[in-house]
């Protein structure tokens, strides 16, 4: 099950750093997941400091 990260991101590029794939990148609003990359490895859920990645 992919990831998906809400309105509770910061921006603060941590996510983007510790993903395996690159499946996350800057959106309008905050960071976004790329469904057909993400591999559902829980690193981005683990390293977000406000808890904004999470299972979908």
Partial sequence: ???TI???CI???RCV???PVHAISKGEKHMEIDRD???DCYACE???P???AYPE
């Fill in 1 to 3: 099950m992919p990831r």
């Fill in 6 to 8: 809400d309105d509770d």
């Fill in 11 to 13: 921006n603060c590029g």
């Fill in 17 to 19: 750093k510790i993903c």
């Fill in 37 to 39: 990359k993400c591999i």
């Fill in 46 to 48: 683990i390293e977000c």
């Fill in 50 to 52: 406000t808890h904004a």
